[in-house]
């Protein structure tokens, strides 16, 4: 009898521990329970920690309360100005009600999923291609209350929307890069215009001023030949000034003294020589002289008139000389030098 009564005892509580096993149940701090008896929702929702539950007659669902990140596929649409592109984005949300994401929707990923892609070709058809370049907050924006607003009923809040990437065709990659490339180009030219402009006011100030000081023109061309002689790799041909030309022929020619008569410039070799002076009709009965004048068969002349030396050029009673020919057709530039020299006085000459 006895051992009947502790043997019943043992498997009371054998029985009683299966029931334990089968009963108990332990939901997380992230987590809310839902329970389900005979497939009906009783006892609200049950906060972390342990709970029991009646085994083989409640079901509990164990629902994630932490923020999900969903990614969502790329989707290929037409935007409103008719161009193709492949936008892809994620989706931050979180599960607020338990029990309507149970029993409001079978699957609430799954359809947070789905209506985040639909949303998604949605505001590409509605969208330019520009606005989704640069403008991405505010469709950020739309696409957050497109999916949010039937979501409300399942339980599920859409913490916030993001498009990663948006793929362009490579046709249209070059196009835009030559819209790019078309517009930096005009900028850049604007800009130079500008500086020409600026750099033009600036020669004119420059040039006004140089024209009022000479010696600043000469002193630019000296600097511009010193930064073009520093490459070393051209020919520079420079301009001299004859100014200059004519300073240094000055400072080279000695200063005259006072009392002493300059030395005759040298003669032109290449000039003709002097032609052989006429020679007068003898008078009636007498043979023409014939000799020229300063030969040895030559009669020497006493005339005042004759020249000492034979040239045949008048000469002053007193050794002055008269100078070149009064006719200056007949006698050239040279040759009125060449006389003027050779008729000078040996007087006025300092001795060797």
């Known amino acids: 009898m006895l051992q009947d009564v502790l043997t019943a005892v043992i498997a009371a509580g054998c029985a009683g521990c299966v029931y334990l096993a089968a009963a108990a149940r332990v939901v997380k701090q992230y987590e809310r329970g839902v329970v389900l008896r005979l497939g009906r929702f009783v006892g609200g929702v049950r906060s972390p920690g342990f709970t029991m ?13 932490q923020i999900v990140t ?41 359809a947070v999923s789905q209506m985040a892609q639909t949303s998604l070709r949605s505001i590409i058809g509605k969208s330019d291609l520009d606005d989704l370049l640069s403008n991405r907050e505010k469709l950020n924006q739309g696409l957050e209350l497109m999916i949010d607003s039937p979501a409300v009923g399942w339980g599920v809040q859409i913490d916030r929307v993001e498009i990663k990437d948006v793929s362009l065709p490579d046709t249209m990659k070059r196009s835009m890069a030559r819209q790019a490339e078309a517009d930096r180009e005009r900028r850049a030219r604007i800009i130079n215009a500008d500086a020409e402009l600026q750099a033009s006011r600036k020669l004119a100030e420059a040039a006004q001023q140089m024209a009022d000081t000479p010696a600043a023109l000469q002193l630019r061309l000296l600097q511009t030949v010193t930064a073009v002689a ?31 008569p300059q030395p005759p410039r040298p003669l032109d070799e290449s000039a003709s020589a002097p032609a052989p002076a006429a020679v007068p009709p003898a008078p009636d009965g007498a043979a023409p002289d014939l000799a020229p004048a300063g030969s040895p ?38 040759r009125a030098a060449a006389d003027a020299v050779s008729h000078a006085s040996q007087e006025d000459w300092p001795r060797a």
């Open 70 to 110: 969903l990614p969502i596929p790329a989707q290929e649409g037409i935007t409103r100005d008719n161009v193709t592109v492949r936008v892809d984005a994620v989706v931050y949300f979180k599960v607020v009600d338990a029990a309507n994401a149970v029993i409001q929707v079978e699957d609430y990923r799954f």
């Open 230 to 260: 520093t490459e070393k790799n051209s020919t520079l041909v420079l301009p001299f000034p004859v100014e200059l030309l004519r300073f240094l022929e000055k400072a080279h020619q000695p200063a005259p003294e006072p009392g002493r």
């Open 297 to 334: 068969g030559a009669a020497p002349d006493d005339s005042p008139g004759a020249a000492p030396d034979g040239s045949g050029l008048p000469v002053e009673a007193d050794g002055a000389d008269p100078g070149p020919p009064a006719d200056p057709v007949s006698v050239t530039p040279v």
């Open 53 to 65: 539950i009646i085994p083989f007659v409640d079901r509990l669902y164990k629902v994630n309360m």
